[in-house]
């Protein structure tokens, strides 16, 4: 009940005004049909009773007009209900997809290295967009249901109590093999998260643009594509076989309800023919009965659908359950404007569910005006360090020293606004020149003239269709492609934006030629007695 109870809340957080609509619009909606269903009663017997008489008099004709009338609003109602209910459902969408993104950006980075944290986030991601409005929905129809089946059970106890209980006992086998598929389809989805992940994974590869040359070049389609298939196919298998066992319990609880469907009809039909009912009451109890199943089917999937949702609800609040580690201290102390040294030590760490330390009591001092450059084989840990040293994680033993003081008496964010970034596996967004050199400085006015100069990024963008303002790849439309050197080298001038007092660069030369490498160890010489450099490089052509 508290992941419903949860869910609830969600839905009336995002829309509370579309919610309590929604209430007002079920309530109409379950009112009205019964209502209509009663004049029908009076119609049937006027009408009766006028035979002979020679006419059926003005009763008939206001009953008539009353019903279209309460037929219309319910059309009306109904209108009006799927409108809201657009609105609330693209409100809830919104509402949590922001969650979910605001949640994978507090999280630390070690969740990303490990499986389990991916297959939490997939089945969130899954269930997201639709469980929370269908657990409303759910909510809503067992209400509505409720009413209704309240006005039919007044009806039919007029005539018998025989009839509740046998509209109740043909939907007790339906009931419990709605709850017991719930629970096996919940099992299925869960058990495997990973195959599914894999689909997903073989679907992407086979259309990325990024895979796209190495899967023609390599003739590499139909190897993924049969693996893509493989993949469903074993999915498929599983999921029909229980498809298979469950619909033939569906066919079972189908001849117990066409069975008290069977007996009612029987017992009306000698009513009727006794004379104990009238052909009014034979309509309204028979429509009673046949609608009240309805109803009571209609319960039994949204007690059905809540305990299916809750089951599956509980994946994406599992997800927005998990907390960071590397947290801001109670009281931060303000990180230095001008950073004089930076120190790595005795630290030793590894990544998560990984058997060897990446790192093992390494030390290491950086000083203002010092280029330190961070040599080694891969797999060293160099690239490590500078995760560090952003606290993108947290070392196991050992400190991490920005001017002596432990950088986890920093705000995390504080901290990583005082250092520029190139990383090795530099993103390329598809947005302007301009802007992808200023989210380097999100929080300020950066020169993006002068970062793109530094950078030597200037030379081509000037040549540009338009300049500055290019958009850059070809992921939308008027975007204009840029080599992977191009691309390295916006990719340090949104390093350089900032102008923070600490820059970090990670394989900076990887994809240069010799004169965008000549340019480069001119902008490190310019800017070093500005700063802390530490340069991670396999490159032996670039001489610092």
């Known amino acids: 009940m508290k992941n419903l109870w949860k869910a609830l809340c969600m839905v009336h957080r995002c829309a509370p005004r579309s919610f309590w609509l929604r209430v007002v619009y079920v309530v109409l909606q379950s009112v009205l049909p019964l209502v209509n269903l009663y004049i029908l009663k009076g119609i049937i017997d006027s009408v009766t009773a006028g035979i002979g008489q020679g006419g059926y008099g003005l009763q008939v004709m206001w009953l008539l007009i009353i019903m279209c009338a309460v037929f219309l609003l319910n059309r009306i109602v109904s209108a009006l209900n799927g409108i809201n209910n657009d609105v609330l459902s693209q409100r809830l969408i919104d509402y949590v997809s922001d969650q979910l993104q605001r949640q994978s950006a507090r999280l630390d980075l070690q969740y990303y290295d490990t499986p389990a944290y991916h297959d939490t986030f997939h089945r969130a991601q899954q269930e997201a967009s639709f469980r929370p409005l269908q657990i409303l929905n759910n909510i809503m129809s067992f209400f509505g249901a409720v009413i209704s089946i309240a006005g039919v059970v007044a009806m039919l106890a007029s005539a018998s109590w025989w009839f509740i209980v046998v509209m109740i006992a043909a939907v007790v086998p339906g009931f419990a093999v709605r709850l017991y598929k719930a629970r096996r389809i919940y099992r299925f989805r869960r058990d495997n998260t990973q195959l599914y992940r894999r689909t997903s994974y073989y679907g992407a590869i086979l259309t990325s643009r990024d895979a796209a040359k190495e899967l023609r070049t390599y003739r590499l389609s139909d190897l993924f594509r049969s693996r893509f298939v493989d993949a469903r196919k074993r999915l498929v298998d599983r999921l029909l076989s229980i498809s298979r066992r469950l619909g033939a319990l569906d066919v079972l609880c189908a001849v117990v309800e066409a069975a008290a469907m069977f007996a009612v009809v029987w017992l009306l039909v000698n009513r009727a023919w006794s004379g104990a009912i009238t052909i009014g009451s034979f309509v309204m109890l ?55 040294e930076v120190e790595f030590r005795d630290i030793t760490f590894r990544y998560p569910d990984m058997d060897r330390d990446v790192l093992s009591h390494f030390s290491l001092r950086a000083r203002k005006g010092e280029i330190v450059r961070i040599d080694g084989r891969n797999g060293f840990g160099k690239s490590t360090l500078i995760k560090l040293l952003l606290r993108l994680y947290d070392p196991q033993q050992g400190q991490v020293l920005v001017d002596g003081i432990d950088i986890r008496r920093f705000d995390p964010a504080a901290l990583r606004s005082r250092m520029g970034v190139l990383f090795q596996d530099f993103l390329r967004f598809s947005l302007t020149v301009e802007e992808n050199v200023a989210l380097g400085d999100v929080q300020g006015r950066p020169d993006i003239t002068g970062a793109l100069g530094l950078s030597g990024a200037d030379e081509f963008v000037s040549r540009l269709p338009q300049g500055e303002r290019t958009l850059l790849g070809r992921l939308f439309d008027g975007g204009s492609e840029l080599s992977m050197g191009q691309w390295q080298r916006i990719a340090l001038a949104r390093a350089l934006a900032s102008d923070a007092p600490i820059l970090l660069l990670d394989e900076p030369t990887a994809w240069l ?18 700063k802390i450099i530490l340069l991670v490089t396999h490159s032996q052509g670039l001489d610092i």
Do not use: C, M, W
């Open 286 to 340: 028979f429509e009673a009965f046949r609608r009240g199943q309805g109803y009571l089917s209609s319960l039994v999937g949204a007690i059905s659908g809540l305990y299916d949702n809750r089951l599956f609800i509980g994946n994406l609040f599992e997800f927005l359950e998990l907390q960071p580690t590397i947290l801001p201290p109670a009281e931060p102390l303000p990180v230095p404007d001008d950073i004089h």
């Open 513 to 530: 030629d010799a004169d965008a490498r000549q340019h480069l160890q001119e902008t490190i010489q310019q800017i070093k007695s500005q």
